[in-house]
């Protein structure tokens, strides 16, 4: 059985520029979230959504992240205009709907803000 | 204070010792608790679950104290590719969700 994927797996850009990121779940996970990780940090949550649903989204960061599950299946989240601070390991995860808090992460994608 | 609290180590031990973590949270409306396992510069993976009565998974043992608001993860007879670092995460009520919270990591280190 396929893992979560994301893509890409590393992005450099520069300030002001914006980027979007990918993630498809393991088949047949309704839960899908987003965590980021910045350097020297502990990971943090950003959303968790339900199918196309934002079940909660208490931990964006502000109004330039914006994430989007059209139809379910993938993820993508949007950072714009990014910012210098934008910059570390951004995590997806994806659980079954029976077994919602054990979750299988992807290998995260590498963000550098420059 | 974090909510979630570990040792960052590097804990530094010999292969075949048995080597514990603990993890301390700050609110008392922690649900469920979870170890992780992530090795350097990949993904976590869920390692165990955390049971009020305790549970074992092979050489891996994992304790709840609620009164004390800490975990612990026992690791026995340890190898070589133990070495990672051992995330701690809690689930806790907020509002009508529940938020997942990660602790900073503990990393450990086995030397032959």
């Known amino acids: 059985e396929a893992g979560v994927t994301q893509f890409p797996s590393h992005s450099v850009i520069e300030k002001g520029q914006t980027v979007t990121l990918r993630c498809d779940p393991i088949?047949?996970?309704?839960?899908l979230y987003w965590y980021r990780r910045v350097m020297g940090k502990e990971i943090k949550f950003l959303l968790h959504?339900?199918?196309?649903?934002?079940?909660?989204e208490s931990g964006m960061p502000n109004n330039r992240f914006l994430a989007e599950r059209t139809g379910g299946t993938y993820s993508t989240l949007k950072v714009q205009p990014a910012e210098l601070e934008d910059s570390g390991v951004y995590f997806c995860?994806?659980?079954?709907?029976?077994?919602?808090?054990?979750?299988?992460f992807g290998p995260g994608t590498r963000l550098t803000v420059t | 204070r974090k909510e979630v609290e570990q040792d960052p180590g590097p804990f530094n031990v010999p292969e075949g010792a048995t080597v514990a973590f603990n993890c301390t949270y700050s609110?008392?409306?922690?649900?469920?608790f979870f170890w992780y396992r992530q090795d350097c510069r990949k993904e976590p993976k869920l390692l165990m679950s955390?049971?009020?009565s305790g549970n074992e998974d092979g050489r891996f043992t994992a304790q709840l104290n609620r009164a004390s608001q800490y975990i612990s993860l026992l690791i026995r007879d340890s190898k070589l590719s133990d070495s990672a670092t051992y995330l701690c995460?809690?689930?806790?009520?907020?509002?009508?969700?529940?938020?997942?919270?990660f602790g900073s990591g503990t990393r450990l280190s086995i030397r032959p």
């Open positions: 959504f339900v199918k196309e649903s934002k079940q909660d």
């Open positions: 088949s047949g996970h309704d839960n």
């Open positions: 609110n008392s409306a922690s649900q469920s």
């Open positions: 995460v809690v689930l806790k009520k907020h509002s009508s969700a529940s938020k997942i919270i």
């Open positions: 955390v049971y009020s």
């Open positions: 995860a994806s659980s079954h709907v029976r077994y919602v808090y054990e979750q299988y």
